[in-house]
């Protein structure tokens, strides 16, 4: 598989939603609980009551306003259609009753997966220019040869030893590509004392130049971090949730998804990596 299969994959067509491939799973599969992210409580297993015949949401246009933020700010990864049309060969929950348990056990588990993947991509993309790629490829093909197994392999798989696994892999992608991060003397504002796992709910890094950093497992729930730049900033499990991005720029941000910026706020003047789409709750401007 090797290079041709990670270039394949690691588009964002294939690791990111393609809700029209799916049935619907994330609003089936998944349980929510009444917050300030959704207005009810649903188990695992049952239909959301906006779900309709075609698996596609009845408020789609109007989920922020009716209190469904939530589902605004889930990415599947591309489990939801990984799930749908390969690992059950495009037999709905609805018209095949027998896969129902199946396919919602498999859902998570495959999501998880295509999160490592997506991570695993990255890594490569950071290091490939030194040649020094191999690893990275050869552990994304092995995670990819897991998420292609039959339900009953993925039930039986430990997915955080798998996470676990990789993690060094990651985090050595990240420290070369850091290492060779812009510092810049004077105009952009330098920041100390930042690292992985700070607790920066609310700070205000507005302007701030972050390139190099590693926030890594960060809180930055409700951040000023307008203007910031935030290229080579390795943002790995980093909690954006309301963090204002307006007019910062993510090009080039270390093991950013698409959840992140779903979760964070911004407008027409954020910069974001190529393949990123941006949310439709961010303003123009």
């Not at 609805?94 to 295509?114: I, K, N």
């Not at 050595?172 to 003397?185: I, L, M, Y």
């Not at 993510?250 to 910069?271: E, K, P, R």
Request: proline share 4%.
């Amino acid at each position: 598989m090797g290079e041709r299969t990670r270039v394949e994959l690691g588009r964002r067509e294939d690791l990111g939603a393609d809700c029209e491939k799916c049935f619907g799973l994330c609003c089936v599969a998944l349980a929510f609980a009444k917050s300030a992210d959704f207005p009810f409580d649903k188990a695992a297993g049952d239909p959301c009551e906006n779900l309709d015949e075609r698996h596609a949401c009845r408020v789609h246009s109007q989920l922020r306003p009716r209190g469904f933020a939530g589902c605004t700010v889930f990415d599947c990864f591309g489990a939801g259609q990984k799930v749908s049309q390969q690992l059950f060969a495009g037999r709905s929950w609805r018209d095949d009753p027998g896969t129902r348990d199946a396919m919602f056990a498999a859902f998570p588990r495959v999501r998880r997966l295509q999160e490592l993947l997506w991570y695993l991509d990255q890594a490569v993309a950071l290091v490939e220019s030194t040649g020094s790629a191999g690893v990275l490829l050869s552990e994304f093909d092995r995670v990819k040869s897991l998420s292609d197994q039959d339900p009953e392999s993925l039930a039986g798989l430990d997915i955080d030893a798998e996470f676990d696994q990789a993690r060094p892999l990651l985090l050595d992608a990240s420290e070369r590509a850091r290492a060779s991060a812009a510092d810049p003397r004077g105009g952009s504002r330098r920041v100390r004392d930042l690292g992985p796992g700070s607790d920066l709910a609310a700070a205000d890094l507005a302007g701030a130049d972050l390139r190099g950093y590693t926030l890594r497992g960060s809180i930055l729930i409700r951040a000023n971090l307008r203007s910031a730049r935030l290229g080579r900033c390795d943002l790995l499990g980093a909690d954006l949730r309301d963090a204002d991005l307006c007019g910062a720029d993510l090009d080039g941000a270390i093991y950013l998804t698409q959840m992140q910026v779903n979760s964070a706020q911004g407008d027409g003047a954020t910069v974001l990596p190529a393949g990123f789409s941006r949310p439709s709750h961010w303003t123009s401007r």
